[in-house]
């Protein structure tokens, strides 16, 4: 199922070569400070460790899915997409734009991609959170369907205890038959 495209975004997976634009964007202070990321700071060599083991990994066992968000035009890495944590018929998304290509809606475009592949994938919910400080954050989710649906202390990615803001989106026309199963043998294949 990827990459998968519209007009603004591409949503694909992870490339070794996206590791020196993943490791600047995730160097971001805005990123930094809103992403909680479970390392606290990326270098090339790191990041290209992370693309071609953990991220890879994860894709073939079919329970995590770190996609690139890119220029549709070029392709290059504009930005992070995660997709983790699946419970029932939800899965959870979390995002991240570079700086470099912030201001462009992308991250609302790819969450609109987000939708379509766990759509496809048998889920009829994403869940998200975001901390009370990210207005960005807060305004991409509200203006893509998201609903909050609760607050509340939670670790994040980095392993720190923060308060969040708790989003769910309903998913529309699921395929029957579907569920994890699915996910895990779609993302396998895109391994």
């Not at 018929?89 to 379509?116: K, N, T």
């Not at 994938?121 to 960005?136: D, I, K, M, Q, Y």
């Amino acid at each position: 199922m990827l990459p998968l495209e519209r007009e603004r975004v591409r949503l694909r997976a992870m490339r070794r070569e996206d590791a020196g634009a993943y490791a600047a964007g995730a160097g971001d202070p805005a990123v930094r400070a809103y992403a909680h990321l479970p390392e606290p700071e990326y270098t090339e060599a790191s990041a290209a460790a992370l693309i071609d083991g953990a991220i890879r990994e994860g894709l073939a066992r079919g329970d995590l899915a770190v996609l690139a968000i890119a220029d549709p035009g070029t392709d290059a890495f504009a930005g992070s997409l995660v997709l983790f944590g699946a419970e029932g018929d939800a899965i959870e998304v979390g995002f991240w734009v570079h700086p470099d290509h912030r201001g462009r809606r992308l991250a609302e475009a790819a969450l609109a991609l987000a939708e379509e592949f766990a759509r496809r994938s048998g889920f009829a919910e994403l869940a998200a959170r975001t901390v009370p400080g990210n207005a960005a954050s807060r305004r991409v989710l509200e203006r893509s369907g998201f609903r909050p649906s609760g607050r509340g202390a939670d670790l994040a990615p980095s392993g720190d205890e923060v308060e969040l803001l708790h989003y769910r989106r309903t998913l529309t026309s699921r395929p029957p038959g579907r569920g994890r199963g699915a996910v895990a043998a779609r993302l396998s294949a895109q391994a």
